[in-house]
């Protein structure tokens, strides 16, 4: 009679076989023995039953607790492996799908991208006093989502007057936040090393990664250029002023407006004599370098205190477009190595200056109070002069309040080449500031009249401007000077004919 073999039954079971239970644990012990012989079990053969002694095929089979751990094994094998798919997965998607940029605190676009940031961050709409999602989602691009992890970047703003005010900049702060550009979105995490630092400027390591899909990869060319575009429009007519931080120039404040030749008013033919000598330099790369001379031109501008060396510098680097690297000799822990990697790496289109060169090296010789003392040498700033050879034109300015305690090897030909005296007022310098106060401005900017002030006719002002002209020089004729830093300052507060008789009291020494 034909009778059906057990669903579990193993090959070849015999006709007379176990009981259903027996053959399913001999099957199982079976399965287990092939897979590890080591355990000690023994492979029966076909048809035939295990042998007694396969204790672990036994324990496999009778033991339910043995059995669930066996289960619960299994599942873990799964979950584990599909852990590891999606994360394969996700990596492989990032990989396929997303595109990452890293910005090292290095790099200049660095600072650029903050400061993009910045600008295009949401100003909360006043009504509501916040941002809300919604308009953000709709609102134009570029637009950042609003973020609670912002750092401050503090500037300094400088005024006409001289004066300086703290400018505040929210930047992202450390941290992951969202932006929409050109309708993409992208994640830009800050993120800082507390472990490493960058030795020249003494500040931690940072880095900023940009990620998007790649479909948007092209946008993150854009988004930069975007960024150095509005760094550059931020300087655009500007003279921007480098300090040396480290072992490097980082710019000091904000770019600052660009001051007008006009507004300094030197004794006649000193700015005219120094702006020709300048721009008769730029551009004459290729006849020095003919001639094997390094190409490079140093001014000394010496005088008493506040007679315009600084703001004539000024209006010198923004007359030619350049920028100015200042650089104080007498600073602590400035050592030679120092300076001449410094004046190595000046910036493009960046004028050197060099302010109170004598103090620099009156006071290496006397200790101050805290015990400091420059640890730049006469030697070393002389080779560092010499070294600053380069393709790139180098123009050294230097400023001093006292000619006679230069060392004459400092302002020798070749490392300095121009000098001139800006001293204190001429009579004819104090007309010329007196009329730039109160007649109209060259620029055609009406000046801002002084409340209950009279409104002098055109002829008046020239009558008391030649009254100003003979007061001084009959003072300097006396050996008693003004200085223009006074003049003005007398000029910012009193009406034209209160500056006069202000003049009349400070020649006489009252
Ligand atoms: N010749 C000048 N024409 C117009 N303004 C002047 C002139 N000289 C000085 N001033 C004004 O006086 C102030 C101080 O000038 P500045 O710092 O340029 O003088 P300085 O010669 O560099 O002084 P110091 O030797 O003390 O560094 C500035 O606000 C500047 O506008």
Same mark, same amino acid.
């Given at each position: 009679?034909?009778?059906?073999?057990?669903?579990?039954?193993?090959?070849?079971?015999?006709?007379?076989?176990?009981?259903?239970?027996?053959?399913?644990?001999?099957?199982?012990?079976?399965?287990?023995?092939?897979?590890?012989?080591?355990?000690?079990?023994?492979?029966?053969?076909?048809?035939?039953?295990?042998?007694?002694?396969?204790?672990?095929?036994?324990?496999?089979?009778?033991?339910?607790?043995?059995?669930?751990?066996? $289960?619960?094994?299994?599942?873990?094998?799964? !979950?584990?492996? @599909?852990?590891? +798919?999606?994360? #394969?997965? /996700?990596?492989?998607?990032?990989?396929?799908?997303?595109?990452?940029?890293?910005?090292?605190?290095?790099?200049?676009?660095?600072?650029?991208?903050?400061?993009?940031?910045?600008?295009?961050?949401?100003?909360?709409?006043?009504?509501?006093?916040?941002?809300?999602?919604?308009?953000?989602?709709?609102?134009?691009?570029?637009?950042?989502?609003?973020?609670?992890?912002?750092?401050?970047?503090?500037?300094?703003?400088?005024?006409?007057?001289?004066?300086?005010?703290?400018?505040?900049?929210?930047?992202?702060?450390?941290?992951?936040?969202?932006?929409?550009?050109?309708?993409?979105?992208?994640?830009?995490?800050?993120?800082?090393?507390?472990?490493?630092?960058?030795?020249?400027? $003494?500040?931690?390591?940072?880095?900023?990664? !940009?990620?998007? @899909?790649?479909? +948007?990869?092209? #946008?993150? /060319?854009?988004?930069?250029?975007?960024?150095?575009?509005?760094?550059?429009?931020?300087?655009?007519?500007?003279?921007?002023?480098?300090?040396?931080?480290?072992?490097?120039?980082?710019?000091?404040?904000?770019?600052?407006?660009?001051?007008?030749?006009?507004?300094?008013?030197?004794?006649?033919?000193?700015?005219?004599?120094?702006?020709?000598?300048?721009?008769?330099?730029?551009?004459?790369?290729?006849?020095?370098?003919?001639?094997?001379?390094?190409?490079?031109?140093?001014?000394?501008?010496?005088?008493?205190?506040?007679?315009?060396?600084?703001?004539?510098?000024?209006?010198?680097?923004?007359?030619?477009?350049?920028?100015?690297?200042?650089?104080?000799?007498?600073?602590? $822990?400035?050592?030679?190595?120092?300076?001449?990697?410094?004046?190595?790496?000046?910036?493009?289109?960046?004028?050197?200056?060099?302010?109170?060169?004598?103090?620099?090296?009156?006071?290496?010789?006397?200790?101050?109070?805290?015990?400091?003392?420059?640890?730049?040498?006469?030697?070393?700033?002389?080779?560092?002069?010499?070294?600053?050879?380069?393709?790139?034109?180098?123009?050294?300015?230097?400023?001093?309040?006292?000619?006679?305690?230069?060392?004459?090897?400092?302002?020798?030909?070749?490392?300095?080449?121009?000098?001139?005296?800006?001293?204190?007022?001429?009579?004819?310098?104090?007309?010329?500031?007196?009329?730039?106060?109160?007649?109209?401005?060259?620029?055609?900017?009406?000046?801002?009249?002084?409340?209950?002030?009279?409104?002098?006719?055109?002829?008046?002002?020239?009558?008391?401007?030649?009254?100003?002209?003979?007061?001084?020089?009959?003072?300097?004729?006396?050996?008693?000077?003004?200085?223009?830093?006074?003049?003005?300052?007398?000029?910012?507060?009193?009406?034209?004919?209160?500056?006069?008789?202000?003049?009349?009291?400070?020649?006489?020494?009252?």
């Amino acid at each position: 009679m034909f009778r059906p073999r057990p669903a579990t039954a193993g090959p070849q079971q015999p006709e007379a076989g176990p009981s259903t239970q027996q053959v399913v644990s001999k099957d199982a012990a079976l399965h287990n023995d092939q897979a590890d012989p080591a355990l000690g079990a023994v492979v029966a053969p076909p048809g035939a039953s295990a042998p007694e002694g396969s204790f672990v095929s036994r324990m496999m089979a009778d033991n339910p607790y043995f059995s669930a751990g066996a $289960g619960l094994m299994g599942i873990g094998v799964v !979950l584990a492996s @599909l852990r590891r +798919s999606i994360r #394969l997965g /996700a990596t492989f998607a990032q990989r396929r799908l997303l595109v990452t940029l890293e910005i090292p605190s290095k790099d200049r676009s660095y600072p650029w991208f903050l400061d993009w940031m910045a600008v295009n961050a949401p100003q909360p709409n006043p009504a509501e006093g916040r941002t809300s999602l919604r308009s953000l989602l709709k609102g134009k691009s570029p637009m950042a989502l609003p973020s609670h992890e912002l750092a401050v970047e503090t500037n300094f703003k400088q005024h006409e007057n001289g004066s300086t005010e703290a400018v505040f900049n929210l930047v992202p702060g450390p941290g992951t936040h969202y932006f929409r550009y050109a309708g993409a979105w992208f994640q830009v995490k800050r993120e800082r090393d507390a472990k490493l630092m960058d030795l020249h400027s $003494g500040t931690p390591w940072e880095t900023l990664t !940009l990620t998007t @899909l790649a479909s +948007s990869r092209h #946008l993150l /060319a854009s988004l930069l250029s975007e960024a150095r575009n509005l760094a550059e429009n931020h300087i655009e007519g500007k003279t921007l002023v480098y300090t040396a931080w480290g072992m490097e120039w980082r710019p000091f404040g904000k770019p600052r407006r660009r001051r007008q030749m006009g507004s300094v008013v030197l004794a006649d033919g000193v700015s005219e004599r120094v702006e020709a000598d300048i721009k008769g330099f730029l551009g004459r790369g290729k006849w020095y370098a003919e001639r094997g001379i390094p190409y490079r031109r140093g001014y000394l501008l010496h005088g008493p205190p506040g007679s315009g060396k600084t703001s004539f510098i000024q209006a010198l680097a923004g007359s030619v477009s350049y920028n100015i690297c200042l650089l104080n000799l007498a600073e602590r $822990g400035l050592t030679d190595d120092k300076l001449n990697h410094l004046l190595g790496l000046v910036p493009e289109r960046s004028f050197i200056l060099l302010e109170d060169v004598d103090s620099a090296f009156s006071r290496r010789v006397q200790t101050t109070e805290d015990g400091f003392k420059s640890s730049v040498t006469f030697s070393g700033l002389l080779n560092a002069l010499d070294g600053v050879a380069s393709s790139e034109e180098r123009i050294i300015f230097m400023t001093t309040n006292h000619l006679d305690r230069l060392d004459p090897a400092l302002i020798r030909p070749g490392r300095v080449d121009v000098h001139e005296l800006l001293d204190d007022a001429h009579g004819e310098q104090a007309q010329r500031l007196f009329t730039k106060f109160y007649g109209s401005s060259e620029s055609g900017e009406e000046r801002v009249w002084r409340e209950g002030e009279e409104v002098l006719e055109r002829e008046e002002i020239e009558r008391l401007g030649s009254q100003v002209k003979e007061i001084v020089d009959e003072a300097r004729s006396r050996g008693q000077t003004i200085s223009m830093a006074t003049l003005q300052g007398l000029f910012i507060r009193s009406s034209a004919r209160d500056g006069v008789s202000g003049i009349t009291r400070l020649c006489q020494g009252n």
